[in-house]
């Protein structure tokens, strides 16, 4: 259980990092998959935040292509 909390922490750790360096892909990435970590481990009182962890995961997933095509070219 509290290793759910870890992962969100180093999340959003790694996300300010990210912020602080200009990375702002990968910040966002990072920061949005806090988001939908976070609107999970709310979802069982709040089941409507669901679908905003699942949005929140899109946009992670989005960033990661983003990195991938940029590592690309």
Same mark, same amino acid.
Do not use: C, M, Q
């Given at each position: 259980m509290i290793s759910r909390y870890i992962v969100i922490l180093l999340a959003a750790v790694a996300a300010a990092m990210r912020a602080a360096q200009g990375a702002w892909v990968e910040a966002t990435g990072l920061a949005s998959?806090? @988001?939908? *970590?976070?609107?999970?481990?709310?979802?069982?009182?709040?089941p409507s935040l669901?679908?905003? @962890?699942? *949005?929140?995961?899109l946009v992670t997933a989005l960033a990661v292509v983003v990195m991938i095509i940029r590592q690309a070219y």
């Open positions: 998959l806090t @988001a939908g *970590l976070v609107a999970l481990r709310l979802a069982p009182t709040r669901k679908p905003l @962890a699942y *949005l929140a995961f």
